[in-house]
């Protein structure tokens, strides 16, 4: 019993060995468990700090390039609107002049009378004129409250070069501060993509190691600023400058951002719809300022139709556009997109000589609405070439139409007569310019062959001299002619009908035009003041634009896109762990946990510094020739390091990405 008694004390305590045994080894198992998740947490942390530098620094570039491409822009806006808003005082002004001169003019001639003419007709024409005489009261409320606008506005403050008017203020300041842009575009990305880096890395004692490198194959970008005469087709056309532009790569914002298109289609298919007239139009009017009536014979609906083909246009044409919609929406009876328009264009070409089709020369107006008085200065023009001199000479015009001749029975009768188109209108003479409702100022620039008008005498129109025109009265004038060929036409109450052959037979519709003298246009020599007096656009300190040094960044090479536009990241992290750490820490190329992150900056719009479209994306790590590739980046990083990256953090980069190379076509094609 005793030796038993013995042998069991021996035995006594091999539990609590195997005990601390399993808790040892349990111990290492959670250790070695807890430091591969700290890990791995940390490798995530660093592949996060990765993307995030490397998304920072491409961002950063993306932006700058943006804000380049949005001031160039801008800078070609405030051109186009220097023009345009340098000739709204004028315009308006002449907007003014006219509705003042025409209703006082108008008023006049009705309380005189019209006079003569078929005596059915008299009331309706009366009623006509007396229709366009309301609307000229309305046209002149109208202008007045931008001319009174105009009159207390120091434009020249805004638009003039000599005047250090704030729209050249703000050209420079755009102008310095895409050269500031540029100039400062390497730094500001790296430190854009260090911050952004360093801000998802948790910063714990013992990490002060940590670093974010942020590498660009080379720098800075390949950006020339370039000189203000490149700021003309864009402003004027919409494209590019020369040395940029193509239909592929190269189109421009004003094309692919803004979609600035005159469209051209054609339609096919659809079904006719028969209108209140049709006819062959075979009778003209005789007088230079007359028009037949409009056919509308019917119209086509349904079908399909193809845009072919378009033009682009540029900010001139946009600021032009917009007066456009606002005269036709306020102001319909005035001219003021015409006199905005030919105006700008004579200060455009101030600037840039040839730059639109015409004008160098137009004027203020000064209607003179007395016959005698215009008809004076156009003859006195004519004999001396001494100013002044008539531009332009308006009418009021009403057209009538009827069914039956004057001295027909039923002639004048209700529902047989009716005026053409419905409305009165304003029509306005000058030589080879031909009759427009509303149209252009006469530009004899138009016509180098005869700058005096040497075959004629200016813009007067004196219907005394024109064929088939009878004199009603006073500054009052008729012409009488007939279509003989309308097939239908049921606003006289003439309805389609065929014969015993099933064949069209035409009818002879009766057209009676009044003119009334509305005055004329003189010019005394004023021209357009000009916003560019003084200004060089050949000197190198005027405005200009920046974009790619030509042939440096070809949209469709690889190697020069990985060159500048692609951005490696690396980040180092602590890899110290509670236990054990040479277990984690040993065998590797370099200290630390690395992650590398590669991104890239691209514009699917148009390859320029014109078109704010460019875009930061993160992408797999790749080389000059888009392949799996960390040599090359090794390469690229054996320079001298970028600014604000220290000397060790890019060797201990490069032994990293050399060491781990040949590993590459497997890491980083997943």
């Not at 087709?233 to 040395?243: E, I, S």
């Not at 190269?250 to 298109?261: A, E, I």
């Not at 009334?516 to 000197?539: C, K, L, M, R």
């Not at 236990?579 to 065998?587: H, M, T």
Request: hydrophobic share 40%; aromatic share 10%.
């Amino acid at each position: 019993m005793f030796l038993r008694g013995q042998h069991a004390e021996r035995r006594r305590g091999v539990v609590i060995i195997l005990a601390l045994l399993g808790l040892i080894l349990m111990t290492s198992l959670v250790l070695f468990t807890l430091n591969l998740g700290t890990q791995v947490d940390r490798r995530v942390e660093a592949q996060t700090a990765a993307d995030a530098a490397a998304q920072g620094a491409a961002t950063w570039t993306a932006r700058s390039m943006n804000q380049v491409a949005m001031n160039n822009i801008d800078m070609a806006q405030s051109i186009a609107l220097i023009n345009v808003l340098d000739a709204m005082p004028q315009a308006v002004a002449n907007v003014y002049n006219e509705a003042k001169a025409f209703r006082d003019r108008l008023e006049q001639q009705l309380q005189t009378g019209l006079g003569g003419g078929p005596g059915a007709l008299n009331g309706p024409v009366t009623e006509q004129y007396q229709l366009l005489l309301d609307q000229l009261e309305e046209t002149y409320q109208q202008a007045k409250p931008p001319y009174d606008m105009f009159v207390n506005i120091d434009t020249d403050a805004i638009t003039h070069y000599n005047r250090d008017g704030a729209l050249w203020k703000k050209m420079r300041a755009e102008d310095e501060l895409n050269q500031a842009l540029v100039e400062g575009l390497r730094l500001r990305m790296i430190e854009g993509g260090i911050e952004a880096g360093q801000a998802a890395i948790a910063q714990r004692d013992g990490d002060e190691d940590n670093a974010v490198v942020i590498l660009p194959v080379d720098a800075p970008l390949p950006i020339e600023r370039g000189k203000f005469n490149d700021f003309r087709r864009p402003t004027v056309n919409g494209l590019l400058p020369d040395t940029l532009a193509d239909d592929v790569a190269h189109r421009g914002p004003f094309d692919t951002v803004f979609g600035w298109r005159h469209l051209s289609s054609e339609t096919t298919g659809g079904e006719y719809t028969p209108g209140d007239s049709s006819g062959s139009g075979t009778g003209q009017p005789t007088s230079p300022i007359g028009r037949r009536a409009i056919d509308s014979g019917g119209t086509v609906t349904g079908g399909s139709t193809i845009v072919n083909r378009y033009s682009v246009y540029g900010p001139r044409d946009d600021y032009l556009d917009r007066v456009r919609s606002f005269n036709t929406a306020y102001m319909p009876l005035t001219r003021l997109y015409n006199w905005v328009h030919d105006i700008s264009e004579i200060k455009l070409n101030k600037l840039w000589p040839n730059a639109t089709r015409y004008y160098n020369d137009t004027h203020n107006v000064d209607w003179i609405t007395d016959y005698e008085q215009a008809k004076q200065i156009a003859y006195a023009w004519k004999a001396t070439h001494h100013l002044p001199r008539v531009l332009q000479t308006a009418f009021f015009v009403v057209e009538i139409k009827s069914k039956f001749k004057d001295g027909e029975a039923g002639f004048g009768t209700p529902g047989s007569f009716t005026p053409v188109l419905g409305t009165p209108r304003i029509a306005f003479y000058a030589p080879f310019n031909g009759p427009q409702a509303h149209g252009y100022s006469y530009r004899p620039d138009r016509y180098p062959d005869d700058p005096d008008m040497t075959r004629g005498v200016g813009g007067w129109g004196d219907p005394d001299t024109w064929t088939g025109l009878q004199r009603l009265a006073s500054y009052v004038w008729m012409e009488e002619w007939v279509d003989p060929a309308v097939l239908w036409d049921l606003s006289v109450g003439i309805p389609p009908e065929t014969d015993s052959a099933g064949q069209s037979v035409p009818h002879t519709v009766y057209h009676y035009d009044y003119y009334i003298f509305a005055g004329a246009n003189t010019a005394w020599g004023e021209t357009p003041s000009n916003p560019f007096d003084g200004f060089d656009p050949n000197s190198p300190t005027a405005p200009a634009p920046m974009d790619f040094t030509p042939g440096s960044l070809a949209y469709d090479d690889p190697a020069q896109r990985w060159r500048y536009l692609h951005f490696l990241a690396a980040v180092r992290a602590s890899d110290d762990v509670p236990g054990w750490p040479s277990r984690f820490s040993g065998g590797r190329p370099a200290v630390g946990l690395y992650a590398v992150a590669q991104a890239k900056v691209f514009n699917n719009h148009s390859w320029d510094l014109w078109t704010p479209m460019w875009r930061a994306q993160l992408t797999l790590v790749r080389g000059p020739d888009n392949q799996p590739d960390l040599a090359a980046w090794a390469s690229a990083a054996s320079g001298s390091p970028p600014p604000g990256i220290s000397a060790r953090d890019i060797a201990d980069l490069v032994t990293y990405l050399q060491n781990v190379s040949p590993l590459a076509p497997v890491m980083l094609s997943h």
